[in-house]
């Protein structure tokens, strides 16, 4: 796989066509606009093996948990972002043979992701049984500013001969999830209308009841002029198109424009789902495509005047970030707090397009510094409106007085994770949503959320974890049984260090905000009495006491973390002495044996460093870090981000720029060897933090943004912005010269390698490494 697509700093490009790589590439090349998302499937028929898929935010089906041993707790679901009706649909026949690309010889094939632009685009030339050579220029996008709309132009032009043409724009809603747990059907058609140049099919989900119209309106151009024929209608069960049958001649040049929209009740009211879906094409088709996709351009431009990271000297690396950052805007634009960042966005079906930590953990940072504080706002206010049933939940488990316990998995607030052993015991996601509300306040400077809603949230989880700790008496400390850590390689293990740390720390956080409040804020405090029947002096003490007698199990030997207790007892063989194909283990290992072995999915006590660098010394940090490296296998997409960062704050430059590749072309090089299942959307926000806060060094404590940069021997400079404190901090390095500037209007607090700084607007400071 390696190799298969050029590197190009703006584009990723995919030349000759490799029906091998076609699931891969339909990952690789999806687009989204944040409320919905397409795999690149092609637009003609494809008969090759393919992933056919639309995915819209939020429209999801409570899929009934499969398993084999029904036990109390399971969730009874897991919620499946649906798999929508094809809008891209245009088959194309001539003379009566289809165009196929997995049954035409391929003459030429050229597929461009145009990520500066947000555009795809198609080039192909293709031979049709009696040596008819048809050449085919494709233009795709969801648009960004009208987002909704999903628009084709598809440029077919008889290169050698003259023929009988039939074209026919459609929208097929029989669309089935590949990941449906009893092979089921999510949809039901309720209606359907088809005239000449307009159609809409309205499908139901079962269960969830959501209503989507997919709508088209469709026009063809014979060289440039409008085909002045009546398209044919056809309507069948799940499937509407417009037929048109015309002849073209040798070099004449056939445009299809295809303007689809999912409208859906999610956005509107139900009763006025017809009328909005055709004026939204209306809309659509009086602006034209040219009009619609030079706005949508533009709206992409500006999102990379700001958000762009330049690296220079690399274009491997150059490539890989633009890609992460492009994915991660086409996922989540943050325009709708209903909205959160499925690992997979909308490229595959893997993982539900379900909320996991993984927005907290890795992606609030990337969108608080590159979208600004109301976009990341939404992230925590997303868990605020999911408090409740994050108290249900706990409630469900016996836990009593407002505890909290979030969901690892989770589409509405309801757990619906489908992998009872592993993920329910990862409660360790409690910790990172406490952790956001903490990183969000530090970041911003603003206290009013983490005040406000921030504290009940805290609050909730802080009786969470005083209540799943015991005292144990044999070791007289508290301890914190049969978890999981963010390694997905343990199962059911007893005082996991960094669930302890995290739970303490939340603990802490909690205590620290309560007391500042009673200070500035009384009466927030007598409403939290009120309304959440705080205890102030018995829970805080109770904290405290948990706090100063938790059990951590260190090492006593080398003063190594461990990540649990017992982890020194395993087979300490390194992963250097395994074989290469032998790896991913988990392809090819049993799962007891993994479990056995001491082979690490992705950082765990290393993901506990990470966060909490600062209350550990560098030394301590790279103890740690030298053992688990050599046993982990990087087999979640999440861990080589924060082992990059980490390498470049002990200043191991090689071994964090090893990991950066490994992060920012993980999807490009499918690493894991499972890139056409979907894109590793979430680990994106962790190849940016690996550039911003690895190599650019950058971060944030009292009032002060700071850098300490060291940038990898293959790179002559690096440069980004990101939003602090409402400014554009722009960031610029090379191999001897850092300059930060303040874009911005208003003064910041800055450090540059250790030295603070007030920054003026418009001003620059310079240092030299
Ligand atoms: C990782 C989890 C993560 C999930 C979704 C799993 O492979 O181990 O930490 O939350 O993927 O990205």
């Known amino acids: 796989m390696k190799g298969h697509y050029k590197v190009d700093p703006w584009k990723i490009i995919e030349e000759g066509f490799e029906p091998l790589h076609q699931e891969a590439s339909e990952s690789l090349f999806s687009i989204g606009n944040g409320r919905f998302g397409q795999r690149a499937n092609f637009e003609e028929n494809y008969s090759g093996s393919t992933l056919q898929g639309s995915y819209i935010g939020g429209i999801y089906y409570p899929d009934k948990t499969l398993v084999g041993w029904w036990k109390n707790g399971y969730p009874e679901y897991f919620a499946k972002v649906l798999n929508a009706p094809n809008w891209i649909g245009i088959s ?12 035409n010889k391929v003459i030429e094939f050229e597929r461009i992701l145009d990520m500066r632009n947000g555009v795809l685009q198609r080039n192909f030339i293709v031979e ?33 001969f003259s023929g009988n043409f039939n074209v026919s724009p459609y929208i097929d809603a029989d669309v089935k999830n590949e990941d449906s747990n009893y092979n089921e059907k999510f949809w039901d058609v309720t209606q359907s209308e088809i005239k000449p140049h307009f159609g809409f099919i309205k499908s139901t989900t079962k269960k969830s009841a ?69 004026e939204v094409l209306k809309s659509a088709v009086s602006k034209g495509f040219t009009n619609l996709l030079e706005e949508h351009q533009k709206a992409w431009q500006a999102l990379w005047q700001f958000g762009d990271i330049k690296i220079e000297g690399d274009d491997a690396a150059q490539q890989a970030i633009r890609f992460n950052i492009f994915h991660l805007h086409q996922t989540y634009t943050g325009k709708d707090e209903r909205l959160n960042i499925g690992p997979k966005g ?58 909290a316990l979030y969901p690892m998995v989770t589409i509405n607030g309801e757990e619906c994770h489908n992998e009872w052993e592993i993920t329910f015991e990862e409660i360790h996601r409690n910790g990172a949503i406490a952790f956001a509300i903490y990183n969000y306040t530090n970041y911003t400077g603003k206290t009013a959320y983490r005040d406000g809603n921030g504290i009940e949230i805290l609050l909730a989880i802080s009786r969470f974890w005083a209540q799943r700790v015991n005292w144990s008496t044999a070791k007289e400390k508290y301890v914190l049984l049969g978890v999981t850590g963010p390694n997905e390689y343990e199962n059911n293990v007893n005082n996991n260090w960094y669930t302890n740390y995290l739970a303490c720390w939340t603990l802490r956080y909690t205590a620290e905000v309560l007391n500042d409040l009673k200070k500035t804020n009384p009466n927030r405090i ?33 003063g190594v973390l461990l990540q649990q207790e017992g982890f020194l007892d395993k087979e300490l063989v390194p992963i250097s002495e395994l074989n290469t194909s032998e790896r991913p283990i988990n392809q ?63 200043g191991s430059i090689e071994r964090a720029y090893e990991h ?40 944030y404590k009292n009032d002060c943004l700071s850098f300490n940069p060291t940038l990898p021997k ?56």
């Not at 209503?211 to 469709?218: A, E, H, P, Q, R």
Request: proline share 1%.
């Open 714 to 769: 293959q790179w002559s400079a690096l440069t980004f912005n990101v939003l602090y404190r409402g400014q554009q901090i722009k960031f610029n390095c090379s191999s001897s010269l850092i300059t930060i500037t303040n874009m911005g209007s208003e003064k910041v607090n800055i450090s540059l390698l250790n030295e603070m700084f007030v920054l003026q607007p418009s001003k620059s400071q310079k240092k030299e490494l």
């Open 346 to 403: 909308f490229t595959g079906e893997k993982y539900g397009g379900s909320t996991y930590w993984d927005t907290e953990a890795y992606c609030l940072q990337f969108y608080l510094s590159t979208a600004g504080e109301k976009v990341a706002e939404n992230l925590l206010q997303y868990r605020h409106n999911q408090l409740d049933k994050a108290i249900e939940n706990a409630t469900k488990l016996g836990f009593k007085n407002g505890a």
């Open 526 to 558: 007598s409403k939290l009495v009120e309304e959440h029947n705080l205890n102030f002096d018995s829970e805080t003490t109770f904290w405290k006491r948990i706090i100063d007698n938790i059990y951590y199990p260190v090492d006593d030997k080398t």
């Open 588 to 650: 090819h290992w049993s799962w007891d044996r993994i479990l056995r072995s001491a082979y690490i999915k992705q950082g765990d006590v290393i993901q506990g460093l990470y966060f909490f660098e600062h209350e550990f010394s560098k030394e301590e940090i790279k103890r740690n870090f030298d053992f688990y490296e050599q046993f982990t296998v990087h087999e979640s997409s999440l861990s080589p981000c924060i082992h990059s960062i980490l390498a470049c704050s002990i």
């Open 128 to 160: 049709i049984n009696n040596g008819n050579q048809i050449q085919v220029n494709s233009t795709r996008f969801c648009s960004l500013t009208s987002d909704s709309i999903g628009a084709i132009r598809y440029n077919i032009k008889p290169l050698n």
């Open 210 to 278: 959501f209503v989507v119209n997919t709508g088209m309106m469709c026009n063809i151009l014979l060289d440039g002029l409008q085909l002045e024929i009546e398209p044919e209608t056809v309507k069948k069960e799940a499937y509407i198109a417009n037929k048109f049958d015309f002849y073209g001649t040798e070099g004449s040049e056939i445009s299809v424009l295809k303007f689809a929209t999912y409208t859906t009740s999610f956005n509107h009211d139900q009763k006025d789902l017809n009328y909005e879906t055709e």
């Open 92 to 103: 194309i026949e001539v003379d009566g043979e289809e165009i196929d690309l997995a049954q």
């Open 660 to 699: 950066y590749l490994a992060t920012a072309r993980l999807d490009l090089d499918d690493y894991n060897k499972e890139v056409h299942e979907g894109l590793h959307i979430t680990s994106m926000a962790g190849t940016w933090k690996s550039i911003v806060e690895g190599f650019g060094g950058m971060r």
